[in-house]
C-alpha cells in the first residue's frame, strides 16, 4: 500500500471531519424522529460530497460503497468502504462519539483504514502488513491475559427490531459482565474497534458483522489483536459475526460468548 494514497486518504477524512464539526454542537437537540432523519441524513451527506470525489481522484480505479449497513461479499478488485459519519446519532444530539470511517478492501480483504475522532482530533491509521497507527504513534492491543480485569464492548445495531438478536445480546452481556471487569454497550462499533487496537479496551463483539466494520478490523488486527468468527477460524469480510481482542484474553472471551 502506498503512502501516497495512505497520505491522500487521511487528507480526505481529515478535511470531512472539519466539515462536519462545522456542524456539530453540543448544542443539538433533535426535537422529534423527522428532525432527527434530515439531520443524519444531512451530515452523511456533507461527508460523502466532500470524501467521494477526493478518494476517486486518489484512486480512479477503485469502486465505491457508503452503505454503512451493507453486508456479504464484494466482487473482485479494489472497494472504497464508507461509513461517513459512524456514531451519526450521537453527533445529531450533541455528544463527543462519533467518526469518519474509511477502509480500501482489495479482493476481499482490508488493505487500508482510516477512522477519525473529529472531536478529539485521533485519526487511527492502518495498512495492510505495515502496522496500525494513532497519530503517527505505532498501536499496541492491551496485554491484558485475564477477563478478571478487562474492559470489553459490543454494540449491536438496533436490536429491538431483530427480538432474536435483542435475546442473544441481553445473554452475552449478562455472561460477559459476569466474567470481565466491564461492559460497554455504545455505537459506533469502529470507535470500540479502536480503543481495542490502542489497548484502551480488551475485546469488543459483534453478532451482526457489516462491510463498514471493515476498517477498525484492520486496526485491531495490524495492532496485534485476534479476530474471529464465533467458531475461531479467522475473520472474514463475508463472517456473520466475530470478536476482536488482545491475545491473551481473546480464548477466554470467545468461551464466555459461545458457552
Not at 451482526?208 to 486496526?219: E, I, P, Y
Request: charged letters at 15%; glycine letters at 10%; proline letters at 5%.
Amino acid at each position: 500500500m502506498s503512502q501516497e494514497l495512505l497520505a491522500a486518504t487521511v487528507a480526505a477524512v481529515r478535511a470531512a471531519g472539519a466539515r462536519m464539526m462545522t456542524r456539530y454542537s453540543t448544542e443539538s437537540r433533535p426535537p422529534g424522529l423527522s428532525e432527527l432523519l434530515v439531520n443524519l441524513q444531512a451530515n452523511d451527506a456533507a461527508v460523502v460530497d466532500l470524501l467521494r470525489p477526493a478518494l476517486t481522484e486518489a484512486l480512479p480505479s477503485g469502486g465505491w460503497l457508503n452503505d454503512e449497513h451493507g453486508s456479504g461479499p464484494l466482487a473482485t478488485g479494489e472497494w472504497w468502504l464508507i461509513d461517513p459519519v459512524g456514531g451519526n446519532v450521537n453527533a445529531v444530539h450533541g455528544m463527543p462519539d462519533w467518526n469518519i470511517g474509511v477502509s480500501l478492501v482489495r479482493d476481499g480483504r482490508p488493505v487500508l483504514a482510516v477512522v477519525y475522532f473529529p472531536v478529539l482530533d485521533e485519526m487511527f491509521t492502518a495498512t495492510e502488513g505495515g502496522g496500525a497507527f494513532l497519530n503517527g504513534v505505532r498501536l499496541r492491543v492491551s496485554a491484558k491475559t485475564s477477563l478478571d480485569g478487562a474492559l470489553a464492548g459490543t454494540g449491536q445495531a438496533q436490536p429491538g427490531h431483530n427480538p432474536e438478536l435483542a435475546k442473544r445480546m441481553g445473554s452475552a452481556f449478562a455472561a460477559m459482565t459476569n466474567a470481565a471487569l466491564y461492559v460497554r454497550v455504545s455505537v459506533p462499533v469502529t470507535h470500540q474497534l479502536a480503543q481495542v487496537a490502542a489497548g484502551r479496551m480488551d475485546l469488543h463483539w459483534q453478532f451482526d458483522n457489516v462491510r463498514s466494520h471493515a476498517a477498525g478490523v484492520l486496526l485491531v488486527l495490524e495492532a496485534g489483536g485476534v479476530v474471529t468468527d464465533f467458531d475461531g477460524k479467522p475473520w472474514d469480510l463475508t463472517d456473520g459475526s466475530y470478536l476482536a481482542a488482545a491475545p491473551g484474553v481473546h480464548a477466554a472471551a470467545l468461551e464466555v460468548l459461545t458457552d
